[in-house]
């Protein structure tokens, strides 16, 4: 009788378990997969290793703060996000809050992702904890910023100054498309993140929405529809762009935008692409810097001058600093003689390129230092690294070269120029002027804590 009755018990237990933790829908799961994708939460929690675990962590963001890594968060118990009640889950997603009340730094888009509806942070969370599988180990490295930067309390303060955006409403004088391009855009892609210029706290300046800022070495550009952005595009040309990763004689995506159109925006529905091409065509313009171009000069004939096509194998023992000689040897043996490209554009033209016209060389020396690997829905893109073959006076002569003779821009290109680019530019203000900012926080302490003594005399 007595072990009868612990049975039914056990199955009680069981029974009322189950039902306070229903298997979700899977057409919820499904929707909460799509949502994954188009907020690219893949880019940064991704595991780095080779055939790694979706969602594991592990990459590092370098910030110019510091190494930040991504956390895991698959349902693992241990190591990932497996203990998250909902309503957790949507403070770290929105607020920047983790379970343990601990503040994330904004390297994970929170002040975007505040945006997001109920109903997609329901659904992404579905998807997140019963349609990942878990992944029980912990990244294998941690995040490590300077100090001052390494205390989490300090981003109550800076939270309170920018964490302002409103949950996402529809406005009621646009239309269906335009509000679904301005969620698209603002809240699941977060391009702002990449494409807004910071101020000196590192917050995103919205007075220059979406006209383009530094990101890790590379250039984010302008879109806006500016013609120093992308005026001259239409909005089939951003569909296609977004789709496939590049659109011929205007632009290639490589860098941080490779990686977004490989993992997120080629996997997007037709009509969110559409509409995202709407919103960002009618946003106002803002302008940017516009590339200083001057007159092309007469193309060369490379082989005329350095005695031949060389070969990428030949940049090994090579010391010469010569552009021409350079680009004979990497590059012309892809983009041509003159940078013609090849027909099909698969590889494209250096004479209509928005890396080599642009105002700055970073894109195009980040280019030539990390190669360009990226999947398209038409195709896979591969251009080889040149960091371990060439030195920082071999890319800045050879990036000159390319500006010079492609695009007429004269603008000098040193080897510190490229050291700079390649450690992530320039650093920003806050970091410039951090030891400063230290004393005046620590003066204002003081002053705070002698004031608190006169009056409590």
């Excluded at 019963?130 to 490590?144: I, K």
């Excluded at 516009?290 to 005329?304: F, T």
């Excluded at 040897?329 to 892809?334: D, G, V």
Aim: neutral net charge.
């Amino acid at each position: 009788m007595m072990k009868s009755l612990i049975t039914t018990l056990l199955l009680m237990a069981a029974c009322s378990a189950a039902a306070s933790d229903p298997q979700p829908d899977p057409a919820l799961i499904a929707r909460g997969r799509y949502l994954a994708v188009a907020a690219d939460c893949g880019a940064c929690h991704r595991q780095t290793v080779s055939n790694g675990a979706p969602f594991a962590g592990g990459s590092v963001i370098a910030s110019p703060m510091g190494r930040i890594v991504a956390s895991n968060i698959t349902p693992s118990k241990q190591f990932g996000i497996g203990n998250y009640s909902e309503q957790q889950f949507a403070d770290a997603l929105r607020k920047g809050i983790a379970s343990d009340s601990s503040n994330l730094y904004p390297a994970m888009p929170y002040t975007a992702y505040r945006g997001m509806t109920d109903a997609d942070t329901h659904a992404l969370y579905a998807y997140l904890m019963h349609g990942v599988e878990p992944y029980d180990r912990a990244p294998a490295e941690n995040t490590a910023l300077a100090f001052p930067f390494n205390i989490r309390q300090l981003m109550w303060g800076w939270n309170l100054l920018y964490r302002d955006n409103p949950p996402f409403e529809p406005q009621s004088g646009l239309s269906a498309q335009l509000n679904r391009g301005k969620y698209l855009v603002d809240v699941l892609a977060h391009c702002s993140t990449c494409h807004t210029p910071r101020n000196m706290m590192m917050a995103e300046d919205n007075h220059r929405y979406l006209s383009g800022g530094p990101l890790e070495g590379w250039y984010a550009p302008n879109i806006t529809p500016d013609k120093s952005g992308i005026g001259d595009w239409s909005q089939q040309d951003l569909v296609t762009y977004l789709k496939t990763g590049h659109l011929a004689g205007k632009a290639q995506a490589a860098g941080p935008m490779g990686e977004a159109v490989e993992h997120s925006f080629r996997y997007l529905k037709d009509d969110d692409l559409q509409a995202i091409a709407a919103w960002i065509k009618q946003v106002p313009a803002q302008s940017g810097p516009l590339a200083r171009v001057g007159s092309v000069p007469a193309l060369v004939d490379i082989n005329a001058t350095v005695g031949g096509q060389g070969d990428q194998a030949s940049l090994a023992n090579s010391v010469s600093t010569d552009g021409a000689t350079l680009y004979s040897a990497a590059c012309s043996s892809c983009h041509g003689q003159t940078g013609e490209g090849t027909k099909d554009n698969f590889y494209p033209s250096l004479t209509h390129n928005s890396a080599v016209s642009a105002a700055t060389p970073d894109n195009l020396v980040m280019t030539v230092v990390e190669g360009i690997h990226r999947q398209g829905s038409d195709a896979d893109v591969s251009m080889p690294a040149f960091a371990a073959q060439l030195n920082n006076a071999q890319i800045a002569s050879v990036t000159h070269y390319v500006r010079s003779h492609f695009a007429g821009i004269s603008q000098p290109v040193t080897a510190e120029d490229v050291s700079q680019i390649r450690n992530g530019g320039e650093p920003p203000f806050i970091m410039r002027y951090k030891n400063g900012f230290m004393a005046a926080c620590a003066l204002l302490l003081v002053l705070i804590v002698l004031l608190r003594w006169r009056r409590k005399r």
